[in-house]
């Protein structure tokens, strides 16, 4: 599996996590260990695990980040879609510092295009733009 399909797992087990108010990593994780996702993981196992432990430990800080930079979208205003992209990308800029910033927001918007709507690509783009690392 290669790193852009992972980000797609990733992004889809933050968006599960939210729709079941399921903040919980270790059963996020043991989830995700007890299903063939795992095997298709291989190589990108260790960035999926540091992805979701990093957003779930810095829940609200990433939280509090978007709800700053997107003006006028609080967080219970946006797409589940969107907001799963975001926390994905946010993570990735501030807390996995192997990843260039440009990358992580080229992967959101293209994530974007395929779960978002069509004024998704723009809207995370955007929001990600003022993103310090």
Known sequence: MNRIKAREMAMQAIFQMEAQHNWNIEEIIKD???????EALEEQEKYVVTLLTN???????????????????????????????IRMAITEILYLEDIPRAISINEAVNL???????????????????IEE
């Open 32 to 38: 995700v260990k007890n299903t063939n996702i795992h």
């Open 55 to 85: 957003m779930c430990e810095n829940k609200q800080n990433i939280d509090d980040i978007i709800n700053e930079k997107s003006e006028g979208w609080p967080i219970n205003r946006m797409g589940k879609a969107d907001l799963a992209i």
């Open 112 to 130: 974007a295009k395929v779960f978002g709507t069509d004024k998704s690509p723009a809207f995370i783009n955007s929001v990600l733009g003022k």
